[in-house]
């Protein structure tokens, strides 16, 4: 079966903290993997995806195929990094993108 | 260009009722997605179009419809409307129906009364 887990709805840190948002995922293939981010009042928008092995906004995310996750990192958080975000995969050429029911990421001043 | 937009921004039906949901996609996008996002879940695709034929399916049943025009805008039709179809849905373009080049559109919350 095709599926994305999110294990944690929400998580709390204070400014400066480390982040790690956990994803798992189950498919049955070579799965294109995405973080997309939706920041308060704003549309879904993709964050980055395991492919481009970019660095966006100073979060990271590292394919462990080995573990079927891709974790969602960043060493210091900041107040503006507060949204929901969720985990997404998809097979090669084709838009379909199974998501995960997302993680709430809150950071306090 | 404003992305993608879609209308109505929100509806209320009754059940049984047909609604009929639009979008329009970035200029130059051929592909429309669209998707179901239930209060509390990640999205769940629906439908794709590709240069107006469908290219996939979710598993949704036969009571949603959709379909793409030549300018490439897009219709998501559902009938005979069950309260469990209350949610915000979602369209997104892409220019070539490839997943990472996915833009979202604000979606049209639907409440089914």
């Known amino acids: 079966a095709q599926r994305v887990t999110q294990p944690e709805k929400l998580l709390s840190v204070f400014k400066g903290a480390p982040v790690e948002l956990k994803c798992n995922y189950s498919?049955?293939?070579?799965?294109?993997l995405f973080w997309y981010v939706q920041y308060s009042r704003q549309r879904l928008q993709l964050l980055l995806r395991?492919?481009s092995r970019e660095s966006i906004k100073g979060f990271t995310a590292d394919l462990n195929k080995g573990e079927t996750s891709f974790h969602l990192k960043k060493p210091f958080a900041q107040e503006e990094d507060s949204a929901m975000y969720y985990c997404a995969l998809s097979g090669r050429n084709t838009d379909k993108l199974i998501f995960g029911t997302g993680t709430r990421l809150q950071v306090f001043p | 260009d404003a992305g993608v937009t879609q209308s109505p921004t929100h509806l209320i039906k009754t059940r049984g009722q047909h609604v009929t949901l639009r979008c329009s996609p970035i200029?130059?996008?051929?592909?429309v997605s669209w998707y179901q996002q239930v209060l509390g879940q990640g999205p769940q695709f629906i439908f794709q179009y590709y240069e107006k034929e469908e290219r996939g399916r979710g598993n949704f049943p036969d009571r949603f419809s959709a379909r793409q025009f030549p300018n490439y805008s897009s219709e998501l039709n559902v009938n005979a409307l069950l309260l469990g179809d209350s949610a915000l849905y979602l369209c997104?373009?892409?220019?070539?129906?490839?997943?990472?080049?996915?833009?979202f559109g604000p979606g049209t919350r639907l409440t089914v009364t």
């Open positions: 997104a373009s892409s220019l070539t129906g490839v997943s990472y080049e996915q833009y």
């Open positions: 498919y049955s293939g070579s799965p294109e």
């Open positions: 395991h492919i």
């Open positions: 200029s130059g996008h051929k592909s």
